[in-house]
């Protein structure tokens, strides 16, 4: 990838499943990584990642819901990195609930998937703007075009960081600031795990069941998505911008 040695990334939940890989992918191509978690586990992550590249890795104990935790842990990457150029939000909450969703579970998903991944760009987009350029990636879905059964809460935060994608891709073109989304299949994360048993669904059958709906018969793998992450944060990637990426095994193609 062209362009990313060298440069600062902040991707939120960092600490594990694909957000682990970005961070890791976009630390191997050489940039400096601050990862933004409420996981404890980050810090562990980041000397694991950092031990492994060579280049710099922060983990910042962040919940994106609480708007001071981002103010004070980008107050600390600008002391520390003066500037970001890229930005991924991937953290993200996952409550799956259809049309009974209560407020409080409304409000649970809202505030981290949207109103959270909001404030971080709000708060990160200063310091974009000082160097001159940026890229930010949102993680969207599949789930952010089709309906599911029993999935409204979960896909309304897939469909509206789509929309998020397009109009901050309006907003910010003017600063060089690309945004786009990335669009992934079912990717076998712990996530998938944890999701299964919040549904009451035995992993290993809910796995061969999906699997089948991709055209490539699997689910994904994290670094199949980071791969694409690095290369649409990338110079490789610099006219594409308010843009959805598949990287579904063609699951939305059926
Ligand atoms: N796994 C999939 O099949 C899949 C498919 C499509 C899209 N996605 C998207 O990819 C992203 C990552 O998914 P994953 O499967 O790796 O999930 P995951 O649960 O394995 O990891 C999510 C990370 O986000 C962190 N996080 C959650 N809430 C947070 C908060 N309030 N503040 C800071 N960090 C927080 C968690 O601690 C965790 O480390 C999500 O946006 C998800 O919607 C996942």
Redesign the pocket.
Known sequence: MRGLTGKVAVV?????????AIARRLSEEGCAVWI????PD?AETAAHIHRATGHPVYYEN????QETNIEEAFLRVAESSSIVDILVN?????IFKGVEATSQEWKSILD??II?TSLVTRNCVPLMKKAGKGAIVN?????GFIGQPSFAT?NAT?FAIRGLTKCWAIDLGAFRIRVNSV??????????D?SCIQLGIDPEAENARISLQHILGR?GT?EEVSGVVAFMVSEDASFMTGEDVMVDGGYLAK
């Open positions: 939120t939940g960092g600490a594990r499943g694909l957000g682990e933004f978690d409420l996981n980050g962040v919940d994106i819901s991937n953290a993200a909450r996952f981290v998937n959270g993680l969207s879905s599949v789930s979960y897939k669009c992934p299949g079912y990717i076998r994360t712990q996530a998938f944890d689910q994290a």
